[in-house]
């Protein structure tokens, strides 16, 4: 498998347990990350190297997607990661997208979940996609709103007691069935 997405400002590609190890633990304990998705409870290389064998290259292996390392053209920069999940709870694939916190507020995060959109709508031959946020992250709602994406109310996933706003393409609905 192989994905290569550019954009203007952005390259996002597959996720490598032995090139983003390093990146991944610092994003999956920046305070952002635990602040709005969650603690991983994520703390060293190695975890940071299995958790992208049993999280991330496991779902490019079952489902052909999964999250991108978002990386700054210009630089070569590592960002965050952006990509497609599926999720227990929900009937679709959702767009995510995390950055470090030094990164944020410049555009980057709704550059690279269009780019996330455009790939799975055409790439992909996806048409109903979701995105969930933590009710208090504005800043991510809005991103799921300029993809045309709108609000469907809260939810519970399964497994976790917190509450999540749920976003979706026109016509589809958060609730599975």
């Known amino acids: 498998m ?11 590609r597959l996720i490598s347990p032995a090139l983003d190890a390093a990146n991944t633990l610092a994003l999956l304990n ?3 990350f635990l602040r709005f998705i ?23 292996a079952l489902h052909g997607f999964g999250m991108y390392a978002v990386e700054r053209s210009a630089d070569g920069a ?3 990661n952006a990509g497609l999940v599926r999720r227990d709870g929900l009937p679709g694939p959702d767009i995510g997208y995390a950055l470090l916190q030094e990164y944020a ?8 979940a269009r780019a996330v ?19 208090d992250n504005l800043a991510s709602a809005a991103i799921l709103r300029r993809l045309g994406m709108q609000q469907r109310g809260l939810l519970q996933l399964p497994g976790s007691e917190e ?6 393409t026109p016509g589809a609905a958060c609730i599975a069935g």
């Open 105 to 112: 507020g410049q555009g980057y995060a709704g550059e690279a």
């Open 2 to 12: 192989s994905v290569q997405i550019e954009t203007e400002r952005l390259r996002l």
């Open 117 to 135: 959109f455009s790939h799975a709508r055409g790439a992909l031959g996806l048409q109903d996609l979701y995105g969930i946020t933590d009710p």
């Open 30 to 32: 920046d305070p952002g």
């Open 78 to 80: 590592w960002l965050g």
């Open 38 to 60: 969650g603690d991983r409870d994520v703390r060293t290389e190695q975890q940071a190297r299995d958790y992208i064998a049993t999280r991330v290259l496991a779902s490019y």
């Open 163 to 168: 509450w999540v706003t749920c976003f979706a």
